[in-house]
């Protein structure tokens, strides 16, 4: 790749994760690494999808970009700016950009507030007026679906997905160049949920945003995502453009994954067997791939050694036996 090419990737990129480990310290057990050695990019203007079983370490991944939990090592950029050396980790990710939006918005929301007061909370420090804190919450409230009625209730005067949208004007107010998504839509109805993520998928274009999106529900990935990232036990097992992981999972744990769900199961391939067992325990992972246990291609190399990311297939895939295990289901 020239000095060009690299220059230009360089630019299109917002976030930038390398070797990010993360290690929770107990006084009671040994230390559990929930994160370990994982390295991705997101380029401006798309959505990466972080999917895997609970236990797999999407949110602790989310809440170190956020700067709400610990980093043990590793570098996390946005813009190019280092944040893992902050002294006020979150206070730095807030500056350069990066909004959260959490699961449970009755939680996020401050049940004494009026939505207004909830919505322009992130402003603050720019000593506004109250009426032009007025119009500027009256102005994100618009841009989420909502209107001026909503600006005097309390959290518990509105429906689950209105306080979400709440959240998101409230992500919004800052400018934010990245919103980390987590699980931000599993705790709505149907179709509630769907009319949030179209919401998402509009906001995302009228205001230029990037997003990461953590979630379980792989409609939710397929609907909005433009890159998925597989996590096992806390590494990265599978990386790609997310037609191609959706429609053609190339690691073992990815296809059960995606065959769990039906109607994402677009391709003739041949059928894995049922997932069994659970994820293991972070604070003893297995020897080798860590998805050994639970691998119906196991082979002895699995149990020894551990695969490394390699391109295949369009994205990048940790196993031994992808291009085999792929080979013989397109065959089949």
Known sequence: MTDQSNAALAKDTLLDIEQLCVVYRGLTRRPVQAVADVSFSIARGSTLALIGESGSGKSTIARAIAGLGPVESGSIRIDGMELTTARDRAAAAGAHGIQIVFQDPTSALNPRWPVWQSIVEPRLRERLDRATQRDIAADYLGRVGLNTRHMDRLPQQLSGGQRQ?????????????????????????????????????????????????????????????????VLYLGKLVELGPATRVIGQPAHPYSRALIDAVPALNRTARQELPHLGGEIGDPAQPPSGCRFHPRCPFVMDVCRRDEPLLQSHHGGDVACHRAIEINTASSNS
């Open 165 to 229: 949208r709440v959240t998101i004007a409230r992500a919004l107010v800052s400018r934010p160049k990245l919103i980390i998504l987590d699980e931000a839509v599993s705790a709505l109805d149907v179709s509630v949920r769907n009319e949030v993520l179209v919401l998402l998928d509009a906001l995302k274009k009228s205001e230029q945003l990037t997003y990461l999106l953590i979630s379980h529900d792989m409609s939710a990935v397929a609907q909005l995502a433009t890159t998925v990232a």
